[in-house]
């Protein structure tokens, strides 16, 4: 099993482009989440998913938008990038009851 | 949005050193979990922590489930260097959404 994976892992934008990031999982897991990491912030929720079909925001959900079409996938779009949005984006699975999260590798952004 | 307090922020230890760490809320968890990133990765689950009063062994590495259920500690006995890293613990209540803690960054002196 590949776990969750996460593609591009590095892209550079410019402000007001706009990109997507792909999260996929072959865990059959229910439970998908997208975060950013940023120094000494810890993780922050963006968006999370509970099932295909479905999305919610999380903590920090402005300026993103999700869709999950099919179970193992979650996508994560930037509609028009800022500064603010240079980070570290992980994506992470977890079975329903959404407790023990599995993490992708990572996407870092760059937006100039 | 809510935030668990984790302590310290940074270790500075010599290879061989057990290690502490802690993590503590104003709020009541029922799931506590500690993960490690190292750099360049996404965090990896280590221990998970579902009773109070828990303690659960994962080799050199022991986490413990508080008695109030407001705080987690995570220990390392006889450091390595592949100990090395960021370790995360977060906390949820329920079937919310887990709370992470900022991260103890750990270094060790060869």
């Known amino acids: 099993n590949a776990g969750v994976t996460q593609t591009p892992k590095f892209r550079v934008l410019k402000t007001g482009q706009s990109m997507t990031l792909l999260c996929a999982q072959d865990?059959?897991?229910?439970?998908m989440y997208w975060y950013r990491q940023d120094p000494g912030m810890g993780l922050r929720l963006i968006h999370y998913?509970?099932?295909?079909?479905?999305?919610a925001k999380g903590e920090v959900p402005d300026g993103y938008n999700v869709s999950r079409l099919k179970k193992q996938n979650f996508l994560l779009g930037l509609e028009s990038a800022a500064p603010s949005q240079t980070s570290v984006y992980f994506c992470?699975?977890?079975?329903?009851?959404?407790?023990?999260?599995?993490f992708g590798p990572g996407t870092r952004l760059t937006v100039t | 949005g809510q935030q668990l307090n984790q302590s310290p922020q940074s270790m500075f230890i010599q290879e061989g050193e057990d290690v502490s760490m802690n993590c503590t809320s104003s709020?009541?968890?029922?799931?506590w979990l500690w993960y490690k990133q190292d750099p360049g990765e996404g965090p990896v689950l280590l221990i998970a922590?579902?009773?109070?009063?828990e303690l659960t062994s994962n080799g050199r590495l022991t986490a413990q489930f508080g008695i109030t259920r407001k705080d987690s500690f995570l220990n390392i006995s006889a450091s390595i260097p592949s100990d090395v890293g960021i370790y995360f613990c977060?906390?949820?209540?329920?079937?919310?959404?887990?709370?992470f803690g900022q991260g103890t960054r750990l270094t060790i002196n060869p």
């Open positions: 992470a699975s977890s079975d329903r009851g959404g407790r023990e999260q599995y």
């Open positions: 865990m059959n897991h229910e439970y």
């Open positions: 998913s509970v099932g295909e079909g479905t999305t």
């Open positions: 709020s009541i968890f029922n799931t």
């Open positions: 922590l579902y009773k109070a009063g």
């Open positions: 977060a906390g949820q209540r329920g079937a919310q959404k887990l709370v």
